[in-house]
């Protein structure tokens, strides 16, 4: 009988796809069924996430739930970000687990399941060119890595400390990949990576690939059965004038941008180590709004980071109400271990940060509020890949934006014009024309 796998993925796209390379390296040596019932599972997965200090301190009162409820004999393995930061500690604050298994080593899976007992959290071990096996949890969409770790040091950040430096995967694998996963029905690529448009800067060994991202945009879009192509996260130093043309001039790239911002502060940019100014990331999204009008621009937004005044947060609002971003991820500000900012003293006052927090989030729902009536009546192309309660399906527009209709599996796979009939800030409601 096929053995059982739980596998609870947090975090970021990285991670969903980490998740899925470990469930087709699983199945290379032996069919494993996903389950969502951690009490029937052989081998439990939790795939961590480090970046946020919340989800870090509820990940052991997690293993010590799996573990009372676990069948006799079932394996659990810590996996992914948390697993690098923390290694061993893991064993020590919870010895019945299995193995740990960091980010950066997801490929060793097999080899830890065997053992008794397992631990590696290399982040200088090179996954770049390993040919993992193939499995997508969803069919119509293919999560393609093209590099792995990141070569920043913005301050507030652990993922250099869990991903180790970045290195490209060569284009060569990530082409075939792509070409793969369109044949066998993914109309939609999704490309991933820590810093996208730094693509090719360092391949394994040190060397360049000859390929920029966005050469390789446009191979990708040459594929045929490829009609869509999205990919995340870019940076916005990275964000030159030919990237914006490619982005702009290809029907096939998806037109929405994440353009991280963090805050609208040059003070706290630099003290961010960002890399750019707040004109800049004015000048840069003026210029894609401009170049491509359609655009509909997500960012992420940390508020609090140490030293950050009244000013500097009216600064960050400033940058919003310009931008008017269609989508924000915002956080205060948390303090993680390696990082540089863990050790700046000028602290921001919780109270003050969940304050800051809250203005940013209800004049964002404002802006939104603004927004969503002018989606009223609009035709939209949309693909739909998941089918909800009631007879409906969602899909995604090409801005990114979710779209719900009535029907069925027949619309699965398909991009259809929707005219939209009730918008509401998170979900377009409308009927397939
Ligand atoms: N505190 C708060 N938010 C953070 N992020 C990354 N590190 C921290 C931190 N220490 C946010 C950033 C990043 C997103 C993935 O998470 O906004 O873009
Ligand atoms: Fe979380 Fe960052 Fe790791 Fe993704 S790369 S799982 S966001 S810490």
New binding site residues.
């Given amino acids: 009988m096929a053995k059982k796998l739980f596998i609870e993925t947090l975090g970021?796209a990285m991670n969903v796809r980490d998740s899925e390379h470990m469930i087709a390296e699983l199945n290379r040596e032996e069919p494993y069924h996903l389950t969502k019932d951690a009490k029937e599972a052989d081998l439990i997965l939790i795939n961590t996430c480090s970046?946020?200090?919340k989800p870090v301190n509820k990940l052991f009162s997690e293993i010590g739930q799996f573990l009372k409820h676990k069948k006799e004999g079932a394996k659990i393995g810590i996996c992914g970000c948390t697993a690098s930061h923390l290694g061993e500690e893991i064993f020590k604050r919870a010895p019945e687990v299995n193995f740990v298994l960091g980010a950066r080593n997801v490929s060793k899976i097999r080899e830890a399941v065997a053992k008794e007992k397992f631990l590696d959290v290399n982040i200088n071990y090179d996954e770049s060119a390993y040919a993992f096996s193939e499995f997508r949890q969803n069919p119509y969409k293919a999560y393609i890595n093209i590099s792995i770790g990141c070569d920043k040091k913005?301050a507030?950040?652990?993922?250099p400390h869990t991903r180790g430096e970045e290195i490209s995967v060569p284009h060569e694998l990530i082409l075939a990949e792509a070409e793969r996963a369109a044949k066998s029905g993914a109309k939609e690529i999704f490309l991933l990576g820590q810093n996208v448009n730094n693509y090719g800067r360092r391949l394994s060994g040190g060397k360049r690939d000859e390929f920029n991202f966005s050469r390789l945009l446009t191979e990708i879009s040459k594929i045929d059965e490829v009609k869509r192509v999205r990919f995340t996260?870019p940076h916005p130093l990275h964000m030159d004038d030919e990237f914006f043309e490619v982005f702009a001039s290809n029907p096939k790239i998806c037109k929405s941008m994440h353009m991280?911002l963090?805050s609208g502060s040059t003070a706290i940019l630099k003290a961010m180590r960002r890399g750019y100014t707040k004109e800049w990331f004015l000048d840069r999204a003026k210029k894609l709004r401009a170049m491509c009008p359609q655009t509909s621009i997500s960012t992420?937004?940390?508020v609090a980071?140490p030293g950050e005044s009244d000013r500097d947060f009216a600064d960050t609002m400033e940058v919003m109400e310009e931008v008017r971003f269609e989508q924000i991820?915002?956080?205060?500000?948390?303090?993680?271990p390696l990082?540089s900012?863990a050790n700046f003293t000028d602290k921001i006052d919780p109270e003050i940060a969940a304050q800051r927090l809250f203005a940013l989030q209800t004049r964002h729902a404002a802006i939104l509020d603004e927004m969503t009536p002018e989606y009223l009546g609009a035709v939209k192309e949309v693909y739909f890949e998941e089918l909800r309660d009631g007879g409906v399906v969602a899909g995604r527009t090409s801005q990114n934006n979710t779209v719900c209709a009535k029907g069925g599996e027949e619309l699965l796979g398909e991009i259809k014009s929707v005219k939209i009939t009730q918008p509401q800030r998170l979900i377009l409601y409308g009927q397939v024309i």
């Fill in positions: 970021c970046v946020r200090e913005c507030f950040c652990i993922v996260s991280p963090q992420d937004i940390i980071f991820y915002s956080f205060k500000y948390s303090a993680r990082t900012a």
